[in-house]
């Protein structure tokens, strides 16, 4: 297992968000985390992160990673599109690109990668000198994305990438994610609020509520499963 | 095309004045009445000396109270209220030295003249923001020992030299000495103001000139408006600096140009960081430190008093970042959970 | 005319010296989104270790680049010991930790080197170029050292890889560790280069102000105006508004009537504040949008 959770706590400051909590990911796949406001999805990836307090176990690729600073997390191969993108605004679309590939070496294949990310999202090439704050929300989306993909990453971290997003911009978004995960093999974990979209992409499920996870199946037994969707996820 | 960025609108932080679980209304009203009754006690068993530094200590606590107001409870950041103390001081040295007023209608005539021209400053420092706002008053606080030495107005001011205040007399049909007489002026004048104070944040008002520092845009969204509240605040952050000034004249019989320079308004400032900003009752310990720390560390060595002053200064804030009021329910907390526990 | 072209290159001179601070303050505030306010004690401090040096007999060079050396390590060391400790607490208790450092320095300077005034030498010499009295050598020499650090820091900044990951770990810190950035690292960095370059920033100045511990309070409160003037995002801008305070300090001291003289600092700081309610970013600050 690339990743695997066990036992999972996590705190913000004296609240506890997450109880128990536990699931894994293989190399390659895409799995995804439902749930409703507030049910914890997002603190779980910033539990992978080390961007909050946590007890309990995370492995990735067999190191115990829990407690670790989020730069070194990083520096393993998890890239993390985080609540609300974390684009750097004030700088441009090319320099949030090279950003993402920091902590590489090789300046040939950063090159490359850069041209892959501008084929994967042409209007991010057209702006490539812009200032990041003023690309609309989905470019910035698009940006956010791309920033991580220059980590070549073996895991990426999705939190809600469909957020505020037009819905033809959305079904753009998931189907160059899906692309991405068939020519690369990084593997995904999407937290997403839009559960139908996120079944279509996935192929395992875990539900999220209040901390704890309540349901956990693949992605087509759920999206089967009529009364799981209305009971749950509202569909 | 101008470039954009977002920016967050920094505030200093002031954590909402919540009253620990533990404590009921009456228990604060006990410890109030036991603390005025103490305090009325002093002149009467402590030395001259000692009552003079208590009544200091209540008029820099006063002084930090206005800094308080502006920049804890309403988000402005001031580095000039060393000339709102100043203007008071002179105020009330001009109003006694050359028209003969008698001290106590100083007071409110000081009052009026810094609410006056702290409102008319809150006027362009609408357009500041946090250290644009900085630079503006330390301006304004430099340029008041210079205003105050300028030739042009030596015959009020008495120039560099200053002016001499006589100190107050006190009523004939009381049996305490002049400096016994300031302590229970200076005391009646800082019960009523601090209660004044406690007031208007506890009212609408109150609310609405701390919700113009936890989030602007949102308040005036709410129909709050924005330049009446910040301007007012300004002018009564004033008004209590220059009462305290204007009772510090009286305190030490004297005022001078160099007495009210930039150093004061970071005395200020550092004692209301330490006092806690936002905390009414921090404004006290405040005063207290500002009066008695660099004294101390001046004892412990004249050469380095300076580097001993900047080093405890730098303990304080390791051990409470929130200052001394933060401090106290950080430890009113820790004790409630410890008794649910 | 003769006498305002005069001023203005008296003001160019002066002007150097606050753009030179105006620059340090830039940097730091770059690196660590906070103004220091202890920027000018620092500057001062380093030019006293480069004058002791040069008493115990270092040449002026040796002494220079040993003073900026030290002072980087001790930025690093300050940001490491006071900064990060209360990185976490409000902002106003962060000036109190900057204004217990100006304090710790400010003495310290004062107990070790005494308050008398002292002279610090210069590798440009002090005669007049262009034969007049407009200019002499030391302060070309500045402006063209302000320059030079100017143009070193921008190709920095903007050329080099440890440069875009300075400016990422200032403008959005969270964002920047989600990239693999040592924000800790880049932080420190800034501290050290803010040091170093206050250095120069001292000791190109001290040959002009004379060297005692209370020499940099009027500067850095001049190099504050000019950073703010040009706007703080923006280094040239703060070196250009660096000079402009200095013209503008000089030609209100000579040219408003009757009051010039006595209160030029406070005119030449309402200047400023009134051309900052017109453009409150400064004059080459990027525009801030402000959400809720």
């Not at chain 1, 609240?15 to 985390?33: K, S």
């Not at chain 1, 992605?219 to 009971?231: F, G, K, L, N, T």
């Not at chain 2, 533990?22 to 410890?31: A, F, N, Q, V």
Request: net charge neutral; aromatic share 10%; glycine share 10%.
């Amino acid at each position: 297992m690339l990743l695997e959770v066990t036992g999972l706590d996590a705190f913000y400051g004296q609240n506890q968000a997450l109880y128990g909590v536990g699931f894994g990911l293989d190399e390659g796949h895409v799995r995804t985390l439902l749930g409703a406001n507030g049910a914890g999805k997002t603190t779980v990836l910033r539990a992978i992160c080390g961007m909050v307090r946590v007890a309990g176990d995370i492995y990735f690729d067999g190191k115990r990673i829990s407690g670790w600073a989020t730069e070194d997390v990083v520096r393993l191969g998890v890239a993390h599109v985080p609540e609300g993108r974390g684009t750097f605004l004030r700088l441009s679309v090319e320099e949030n690109l090279q950003l993402g590939a920091m902590t590489r070496k090789r300046g040939r294949e950063i090159a490359d990668d850069i041209e892959r990310v501008y084929a994967n999202f042409p209007r991010l090439k057209e702006r490539r000198a812009q200032q990041a704050g003023t690309l609309s929300g989905g470019e910035q989306q698009m940006l956010a994305v791309g920033r991580a993909l220059m980590l070549r990453p073996r895991l990426l971290l999705l939190d809600e990438p469909s957020f505020g997003l037009a819905p033809l911009i959305v079904e753009e978004l998931f189907s160059i994610l899906r692309r991405i995960n068939a020519e690369t093999g990084v593997a995904m974990l999407i937290v997403e609020q839009n559960a139908a979209l996120a079944l279509e992409l996935a192929d395992h499920a875990y539900l999220l509520e209040t901390g704890h996870v309540v349901l956990d199946a693949p992605a087509a037994v759920i999206a089967a499963d009529e009364a799981v969707r209305r009971s749950y996820l509202g569909y | 095309m101008t470039s954009v960025r977002e920016e967050q609108i920094a505030v200093p932080a002031a954590e909402p004045v919540r009253r620990p679980v533990s404590m009921r209304l009456t228990g604060r009203r006990l410890i109030i009445a036991v603390a005025v009754a103490l305090a009325a006690a002093v002149p009467l068993v402590a030395t001259s000396f000692v009552t003079f530094q208590v009544t200091e200590v209540m008029i820099y606590g006063l002084a930090i109270l206005g800094l308080n107001l502006l920049t804890g409870f309403n988000g402005q950041f001031s580095l000039g209220h060393s000339a709102f103390y100043g203007l008071g001081a002179y105020t009330t040295a001009i109003l006694m030295h050359n028209y003969d007023v008698p001290y106590y209608w100083t007071l409110p005539a000081a009052g009026a003249v810094c609410f006056a021209v702290g409102f008319l400053f809150g006027l362009p420092a609408l357009r500041l923001q946090n250290l644009y706002l900085a630079l503006a008053t330390f301006a304004l606080a430099n340029a008041m020992p210079q205003i105050l030495k300028f030739h042009a107005l030596e015959n009020w001011t008495g120039g560099v030299q200053g002016l001499v205040v006589d100190q107050p007399d006190p009523p004939s049909f009381l049996p305490i000495d002049g400096d016994q007489w300031l302590y229970y002026f200076t005391l009646a004048v800082i019960l009523v103001m601090f209660a004044a104070a406690a007031n208007l944040i506890r009212s609408r008002s109150g609310r609405a000139i701390m919700a113009i520092r936890d989030n602007p845009i949102a308040a005036a969204a709410m129909g709050i408006n924005l330049s009446l509240y910040k301007t007012l605040t300004f002018g009564v952050s004033a008004l209590y600096t220059g009462v305290a000034g204007a009772l510090g004249a009286l305190a030490v019989a004297f005022v001078a140009p160099d007495s009210f320079t930039i150093f004061l308004s970071i005395s200020l400032l550092v004692g209301l960081v330490i006092g806690g900003v936002g905390s009414i009752p921090g404004c006290l310990f405040g005063g207290l430190f500002v009066l008695y720390v660099p004294n101390i560390a001046n004892s412990l060595s004249t050469g380095l008093a300076g580097a001993l002053y900047g080093v405890i200064l730098l303990l304080v804030i390791f051990v409470m970042p929130a200052g001394a009021a933060g401090f106290v329910r950080f430890v009113l907390a820790r004790l409630a959970r410890f008794r649910q526990s | 005319m003769e006498l305002l072209l005069q001023q203005v290159m008296a003001g160019l001179a002066n002007g150097a010296i606050y753009a030179c601070m105006a620059l340090a303050v830039v940097m730091i505030y770059q690196a660590i989104d906070h103004l220091n306010f202890a920027q000018g004690e620092m500057a001062m401090f380093s030019t006293f270790i480069a004058w002791q040096l040069m008493a115990w007999g270092l040449p002026y060079w040796v002494a220079f680049a040993a003073a900026a050396v030290v002072s980087f390590i001790a930025g690093v060391l300050i940001d490491r010991v006071l900064f990060r400790p209360v990185q976490k607490a409000p902002i106003l208790s962060q000036i109190v930790a900057f204004i217990a450092l100006f304090s710790i320095l400010n003495s310290s300077a004062g107990q070790i080197w005494d308050y008398t005034i002292k002279s610090f030498p210069t590798p440009f010499g002090h005669r007049s170029l262009f034969g007049g009295t407009l200019i002499d050598t030391h302060e070309a020499g500045m402006i063209g050292v302000t320059l030079v650090m100017l143009a070193l820091l921008y190709l920095f900044f903007r050329g080099t890889r440890l440069g875009l990951a300075m400016r990422a770990a200032a403008a959005n810190p969270e964002s920047a560790r989600l990239v693999g950035i040592r924000v800790g690292w880049m932080t420190a960095l800034g501290w050290g280069m803010a040091a170093a370059i206050g250095a120069v920033a001292g000791m190109l100045i001290a040959p002009v102000v004379f060297l005692e511990p209370n020499m940099m309070l009027g500067v850095l409160l001049y190099g504050f105006a000019g950073a703010v003037l040009g706007g703080l995002t923006s280094p040239g801008g703060a070196v250009a508004g660096g000079f402009a305070v200095g013209i503008i300090e000089n030609l209100a001291g000579t040219f408003i009537p009757y009051v010039g003289r006595e209160l030029k600092l406070t005119i030449a700081l309402a200047l400023i504040v009134i051309v900052l309610m017109f453009r409150p970013s400064g004059v080459f600050g990027t525009r801030v949008v402000s959400r809720v």
